[in-house]
C-alpha cells in the first residue's frame, strides 16, 4: 500500500491531516514511548486478536491522538479491513441522523475489530453522554480492541460511569501516560 493510500483510508475515516501525516518512526525522537510502543505496532496483529484495549492520555493531546491514530494505520497496514476511527460527537452524530452505509454506521463502528475513539472528555451534551455510556459498555461487552484517547484523565469525573470503569477493569484496560503503561484502576 502507498502512503497516498493509506493517507487516504485515513482521510476517509475522518482522521485530520495533522494526525494522520504524522510518523511515529520518523517523527518521534528516541524515547521510552517509542521503544516501547514500536514492537507493539510491529506486531499489531497480536494487539488487535488479544483484544486488548487502552486508554492513552498524554500531556500533549495531540501527541496521543497521533498514538492512537498509529494504531490505526498499523492495523490498516496489516489487512485488518474491519478498523475504524471516530470522536464522542460523530458517535452521537450517528445515532442522532440514523446515518445509513452498509447497515447501520454506529453498529458498524461498534463491531469493529478495532476502533480509535479520540478526543474523549468528561463534559458531554446529555445525548452525547447517553451515546457514550452505552457504547463503552457494549464494546467492552463484546470484548474487541479499543483505542482511547482521552483529553483528560481517565479517572476524571465524568469520563466514565461506574460500570464502564467496572468492565475496563474486567478485561484488564491499560493506560499509556508519560509516565508508562499500567493496568487501569
Request: glycine fraction near 6%; include cysteine; proline fraction near 2%.
Amino acid at each position: 500500500m502507498t502512503k497516498k493510500e493509506l493517507w487516504h483510508i485515513c482521510l476517509s475515516n475522518g482522521i485530520p491531516p495533522l494526525l494522520y501525516k504524522w510518523s511515529f518512526t520518523q517523527d518521534l525522537e528516541d524515547c521510552w514511548l517509542k521503544r516501547k510502543l514500536t514492537p507493539v505496532f510491529d506486531d499489531v496483529d497480536s494487539f488487535v486478536r488479544g483484544r486488548n484495549v487502552w486508554y492513552i492520555h498524554m500531556d500533549d493531546s495531540v501527541l496521543g491522538s497521533r498514538v492512537g491514530v498509529t494504531f490505526f494505520k498499523a492495523a490498516i497496514l496489516n489487512d485488518w479491513h474491519n478498523v475504524r476511527y471516530t470522536t464522542i460527537e460523530n458517535l452521537a452524530g450517528y445515532q442522532l441522523e440514523g446515518w445509513y452505509e452498509n447497515g447501520d454506521v454506529y453498529t458498524n463502528i461498534l463491531n469493529s475489530d478495532l476502533v480509535v475513539v479520540d478526543k474523549i472528555k468528561h463534559k458531554m451534551e446529555d445525548l452525547q453522554r447517553k451515546v457514550w455510556d452505552k457504547f463503552v459498555e457494549d464494546r467492552l461487552l463484546i470484548n474487541k480492541s479499543t483505542i482511547l484517547v482521552g483529553l483528560v484523565a481517565h479517572n476524571r469525573q465524568g469520563v466514565f460511569d461506574n460500570r464502564a470503569v467496572d468492565l475496563l477493569q474486567d478485561v484488564g484496560a491499560k493506560i499509556l501516560t508519560e509516565n508508562g503503561i499500567q493496568p487501569i484502576c
